[in-house]
C-alpha cells in the first residue's frame, strides 16, 4: 500500500508542478496541494477512474475552488463553464481513459481558438492556410480516386505512399508530426502507408544553424562563446519541431547535448490544430461509425501531445522523472539536465557517448554481452510500463544507447506514455487473461482501457482475439513475437470499430522498435524468454495488494489450483533476481569475480506476499476454500506439491524474520478476521 500511495504522490507532484509552472499565481509557495487516498475524504475515485484535486490560496485569501474532473474552476464561474463542456467532452474522455486528470491543460480547443483569432488579418491567413491545404490533399485524394476507379490501386500503392510522405513534408511541421503519428496508428491507416511514413520519424530536413544559435543566445542571455568553448557546426540530429548539436561548456569541459525548438513554430501549430479539429467536425460521422469515437477526439489527443512537445520545460520535468524512477539501478543510464541553462525553447543535457544498438559488433568489442545487455533492455521497458507508468515513447535506434559499463541509456524524452495505476492494473489483467486464454475478458479489458467504445458488444471481437492469440502462440511462447501479434492486430483494428489511444500507440511502437534493436543485436533473441522472469517476479513480490488476486487468478484454471505454474512462476522469478542483482551485460572476467559476485546476489523477497496470503487465508472465504480445495483435489492430500514449492522458495526467505512480521501483523489481521467474521453472520441473520 505504502508503495501505491508514493506512486500516487509522484504523479501529484509532476501535476502540481504543470500547475504552478502555466497557472499565474502571486506567488508558487502560497498554493497548497492536497491529495487524499479514496479511503480518506474520497478525493481519490477509482469507480470513476479520475484523479481530483483541490488547491486552496491559503495566503491571499483567494476564493473557494471547485474540483471538476476536468479542470480547476472557482466557484464563481462555474456557472459561465457549463458552456463549454459539450466542447470539452473529447478531454473529459480522455481523462476517463487514462483514469488520471490533469489539473492544467495546455491544450483545450477554446484556447487554441482563441489564440489563433486574437492576432490580426488571423481569418485571411486562416483561409490562406485552409486553402493550401484542401488543395494540396484535395488533389491527392483525387488521384486515389482516380487509381480505384481505372483498377490500380494495388499497384501504386508504394508510389502513392512515397507520395503522401512527401506531401506532409512540404506541408509544414504539425503535417510531420501528424505523419509520424500515422506511422502507428493501423487504426486509421493501412500497414503499406504506416511503412512508409515511419521514414518521418528519421528523415527530417534542419533549420539553418544561424537561426538555431539565435534561438540559443536569446533563452541564454548571452554570446555562445562565453559559454560553449565548441559547438558542432552540423546537428547531430533533426526533428520535426527541432534539432539537436553537441557542445563543450567552457567552465567544466563536459560535453552536452543541445536541443532547439524550431523557430516560429508555435503560431503555426496552433493555426493547424484548428484547422484540423475544424475538418475533424465533418467527420465525425464516419469516424464513429469505423472507431467508434469522435475525430475531434483524435485531434485532441494529438494536439495534447504535440503542445506538450512545444515545452522544453516539460521534457526537462520528463528527464527528471526518469532519473527518479531509475536512481540506484546500475542497469540504466539518464542523462541530467543543466536547468540553468535550459528553457522553454531550448533544453541543455549531459551528452551521452554510447554505442548505437544497430551495430552489434561494435556492442561485443566493447566487452558487453549482447543477451545480457538485452536482458537489461528488456527489463528497464517493461519496469517503466508495469511499474512506473512513464514510458519512453519513442526508442528508436538513435534514442537507445549501450554503455561500455554495461548500462542502457535513453535520450529524447519530449514523446511519453503516461499511464496510470489503473491503467497499469488493466494491462496486468490483459497478460492473466491471456495467460488463462480468457478471450471474453480479455475483450472487456480493450473497453476499459479505451480501445472500444463503452458498451460496444465485443462478442464479434472475441473469436479474432482468441485466433490472434493462438496463432502466436501455436509453435510455442519462445517464438512469440510481438511484430506478428501487431500484424494481426492491425487486421483487427482496421475492421471493427476498434481506436488505439495516444498513449497505447506509443507503447505499441514502443515495444515493436525495442523488439526490432533486439533481433539487429541477436536475430535468435527470445523476448517473451527475458519479459516473463520479470511479470513473474512483480506478480509474487510486489507490494501492490491489487497484484495479489491477479496472482490468485494466475494460479487457478477453471477452479483448479496449477501447481506446476506456481513452481514455473517461483523460478522465473529466482532467474529474474539473479540476473538483475548485478549487471548481465557486464562480461565476467574470470571465476573469481563470478564467485564474489553470487555472494552478494538479492534473494527473492516473498515476505509481503507471505503476510497477504496469510491475512487473505483468514479474511477470504472463498481464497480459504479455494487453497483448502487445492490442497484436497482428486481426494488426496497434495503435501508432495506443497514440499516441491517449500524446496524452491527455502533458500530464498529467512522463516524466523516472515514469521515475526506475521505475528507483528497479527492483531490487524484478528481484527480484520472478526469484522469479517461479524458482517458474515449479519448478513445470513437478514
Same mark, same amino acid.
Request: glycine letters at 6%; charged letters at 20%.
Given at each position: 500500500m505504502l508503495h501505491i500511495i508514493q506512486q500516487e504522490l509522484c504523479i501529484a507532484?509532476?501535476?502540481?508542478?504543470?500547475?504552478?509552472?502555466?497557472?499565474?499565481?502571486?506567488?508558487?509557495?502560497?498554493?497548497?496541494?492536497?491529495?487524499?487516498?479514496?479511503?480518506?475524504?474520497?478525493?481519490?475515485?477509482?469507480?470513476?477512474?479520475?484523479?481530483?484535486?483541490?488547491?486552496?490560496?491559503?495566503?491571499?485569501?483567494?476564493?473557494?475552488?471547485?474540483?471538476? /474532473?476536468?479542470?480547476?474552476?472557482?466557484?464563481?464561474?462555474?456557472?459561465?463553464?457549463?458552456?463549454?463542456?459539450?466542447?470539452?467532452?473529447?478531454?473529459?474522455?480522455?481523462?476517463?481513459?487514462?483514469?488520471?486528470?490533469?489539473?492544467?491543460?495546455?491544450?483545450?480547443?477554446?484556447?487554441?481558438?482563441?489564440?489563433?483569432?486574437?492576432?490580426?488579418?488571423?481569418?485571411?491567413?486562416?483561409?490562406?492556410?485552409?486553402?493550401?491545404?484542401?488543395?494540396?490533399?484535395?488533389?491527392?485524394?483525387?488521384?486515389?480516386?482516380?487509381?480505384?476507379?481505372?483498377?490500380?490501386?494495388?499497384?501504386?500503392?508504394?508510389?502513392?505512399a512515397r507520395q503522401l510522405r512527401n506531401l506532409l513534408c512540404d506541408l509544414g511541421p504539425s503535417f510531420i508530426k501528424a505523419g509520424q503519428v500515422l506511422a502507428n496508428r493501423p487504426d486509421i491507416i493501412r500497414e503499406d502507408y504506416m511503412n512508409e511514413l515511419c521514414i518521418l520519424q528519421d528523415d527530417? /530536413?534542419?533549420?539553418?544553424?544561424?537561426?538555431?544559435?539565435?534561438?540559443?543566445?536569446?533563452?541564454?542571455?548571452?554570446?555562445?562563446?562565453?559559454?560553449?568553448?565548441?559547438?558542432?557546426?552540423?546537428?547531430?540530429?533533426?526533428?520535426?519541431?527541432?534539432?539537436?548539436?553537441?557542445?563543450t561548456l567552457r567552465d567544466t569541459g563536459e560535453d552536452v547535448a543541445i536541443k532547439v525548438l524550431r523557430p516560429g513554430i508555435e503560431p503555426i501549430i496552433y493555426r493547424d490544430l484548428f484547422l484540423f479539429r475544424t475538418l475533424a467536425s465533418f467527420l465525425n460521422g464516419i469516424s464513429l461509425q469505423k472507431l467508434g469515437c469522435n475525430a475531434e477526439l483524435i485531434v485532441d489527443e494529438f494536439g495534447e501531445k504535440l503542445l506538450e512537445e512545444l515545452d522544453y520545460t516539460l521534457e526537462a520535468r520528463n528527464i527528471e522523472d526518469f532519473l527518479e524512477n531509475f536512481k540506484g539501478d546500475p542497469t540504466v543510464k539518464i542523462p541530467r539536465v543543466y536547468k540553468n541553462l535550459s528553457g522553454s525553447r531550448v533544453l541543455v543535457m549531459?551528452?551521452?557517448?554510447?554505442?548505437?544498438?544497430?551495430?552489434?559488433?561494435?556492442?561485443?568489442?566493447?566487452?558487453?554481452?549482447?543477451?545480457?545487455?538485452?536482458?537489461?533492455?528488456?527489463?528497464?521497458?517493461?519496469?517503466?510500463?508495469?511499474?512506473?507508468?512513464?514510458?519512453?515513447?519513442?526508442?528508436?535506434?538513435?534514442?537507445?544507447?549501450?554503455?561500455?559499463?554495461?548500462?542502457?541509456?535513453?535520450?529524447?524524452?519530449?514523446?511519453?506514455?503516461?499511464?496510470?495505476?489503473?491503467?497499469?492494473?488493466?494491462?496486468?489483467?490483459?497478460?492473466?487473461?491471456?495467460?488463462?486464454?480468457?478471450?471474453?475478458?480479455?475483450?472487456?479489458?480493450?473497453?476499459?482501457?479505451?480501445?472500444?467504445?463503452?458498451?460496444?458488444?465485443?462478442?464479434?471481437?472475441?473469436?479474432?482475439?482468441?485466433?490472434?492469440?493462438?496463432?502466436?502462440?501455436?509453435?510455442?511462447?519462445?517464438?512469440?513475437?510481438?511484430?506478428?501479434?501487431?500484424?494481426?492486430?492491425?487486421?483487427?483494428?482496421?475492421?471493427?470499430?476498434?481506436?488505439?489511444?495516444?498513449?497505447?500507440?506509443?507503447?505499441?511502437?514502443?515495444?515493436?522498435?525495442?523488439?526490432?534493436?533486439?533481433?539487429?543485436?541477436?536475430?535468435?533473441?527470445?523476448?517473451?524468454?527475458?519479459?516473463?522472469?520479470?511479470?513473474?517476479?512483480?506478480?509474487?513480490?510486489?507490494?501492490? /495488494?491489487?497484484?495479489?488476486?491477479?496472482?490468485?487468478q494466475v494460479l487457478f484454471k477453471d477452479g483448479v489450483f496449477q501447481w506446476k505454474r506456481l513452481e514455473n512462476l517461483i523460478v522465473l522469478a529466482k532467474e529474474n533476481v539473479t540476473k538483475m542483482s548485478q549487471n548481465p551485460a557486464l562480461q565476467v572476467k574470470s571465476t573469481r569475480q563470478a564467485d564474489r559476485s553470487r555472494q552478494f546476489e538479492k534473494k527473492l523477497d516473498l515476505t509481503e506476499t507471505i503476510k497477504d496470503g496469510a491475512r487473505m487465508f483468514l479474511i477470504d472465504a472463498g481464497i480459504r476454500r479455494q487453497l483448502i480445495m487445492a490442497l484436497t483435489e482428486d481426494s488426496q492430500l497434495h503435501i508432495q506439491e506443497l514440499l516441491d514449492v517449500y524446496r524452491l522458495v527455502e533458500d530464498q526467505i529467512d522463516i524466523p524474520s516472515v514469521a515475526l512480521e506475521v505475528l507483528q501483523d497479527l492483531p490487524s489481521v484478528t481484527r480484520d478476521f472478526m469484522l469479517s467474521w461479524s458482517e458474515s453472520v449479519l448478513s445470513d441473520r437478514r
Open positions: 507532484k509532476r501535476n502540481m508542478e504543470l500547475y504552478t509552472t502555466f497557472l499565474p499565481t502571486t506567488s508558487d509557495s502560497s498554493r497548497l496541494f492536497l491529495l487524499k487516498r479514496d479511503h480518506q475524504s474520497l478525493l481519490v475515485s477509482r469507480n470513476k477512474g479520475l484523479r481530483l484535486f483541490q488547491v486552496v490560496n491559503a495566503a491571499s485569501g483567494a476564493g473557494a475552488v471547485s474540483v471538476t /474532473p476536468k479542470k480547476l474552476i472557482p466557484l464563481e464561474k462555474k456557472s459561465k463553464s457549463i458552456s463549454k463542456e459539450a466542447s470539452n467532452s473529447a478531454l473529459e474522455q480522455l481523462d476517463i481513459e487514462r483514469g488520471v486528470c490533469i489539473p492544467f491543460r495546455k491544450y483545450t480547443p477554446e484556447m487554441v481558438r482563441n489564440k489563433v483569432l486574437e492576432s490580426r488579418g488571423s481569418i485571411m491567413g486562416l483561409l490562406g492556410r485552409g486553402y493550401e491545404i484542401i488543395w494540396n490533399l484535395g488533389l491527392y485524394w483525387s488521384a486515389l480516386m482516380y487509381d480505384c476507379l481505372v483498377g490500380r490501386d494495388k499497384e501504386v500503392v508504394p508510389y502513392r527530417v /530536413p534542419p533549420f539553418p544553424n544561424k537561426v538555431a544559435f539565435a534561438i540559443i543566445e536569446e533563452e541564454l542571455g548571452q554570446p555562445l562563446e562565453n559559454v560553449f568553448s565548441r559547438i558542432s557546426s552540423q546537428t547531430i540530429a533533426a526533428a520535426s519541431l527541432g534539432q539537436v548539436y553537441r557542445a549531459e551528452w551521452i557517448d554510447g554505442i548505437r544498438c544497430t551495430d552489434p559488433q561494435a556492442v561485443k568489442d566493447a566487452g558487453i554481452d549482447v543477451n545480457g545487455f538485452l536482458t537489461v533492455g528488456v527489463s528497464a521497458a517493461l519496469r517503466q510500463l508495469l511499474e512506473f507508468g512513464l514510458f519512453h515513447g519513442d526508442p528508436h535506434p538513435g534514442n537507445i544507447f549501450a554503455m561500455r559499463d554495461g548500462r542502457i541509456a535513453y535520450v529524447d524524452f519530449g514523446n511519453v506514455a503516461v499511464l496510470s495505476q489503473q491503467n497499469k492494473q488493466i494491462l496486468i489483467d490483459a497478460v492473466v487473461h491471456a495467460v488463462n486464454e480468457d478471450y471474453a475478458e480479455m475483450a472487456n479489458d480493450f473497453t476499459r482501457l479505451g480501445f472500444l467504445a463503452s458498451g460496444t458488444d465485443v462478442a464479434p471481437i472475441i473469436p479474432a482475439l482468441e485466433a490472434i492469440w493462438q496463432n502466436s502462440v501455436g509453435k510455442g511462447l519462445s517464438d512469440f513475437n510481438f511484430r506478428s501479434v501487431t500484424g494481426k492486430f492491425n487486421q483487427l483494428v482496421y475492421n471493427y470499430p476498434i481506436r488505439i489511444p495516444e498513449r497505447f500507440s506509443l507503447v505499441i511502437r514502443s515495444l515493436l522498435t525495442q523488439e526490432g534493436i533486439c533481433f539487429t543485436l541477436e536475430p535468435d533473441f527470445k523476448f517473451l524468454e527475458v519479459a516473463y522472469p520479470y511479470v513473474a517476479k512483480r506478480l509474487l513480490t510486489d507490494p501492490n /495488494p491489487a497484484l495479489r488476486e491477479r496472482l490468485i
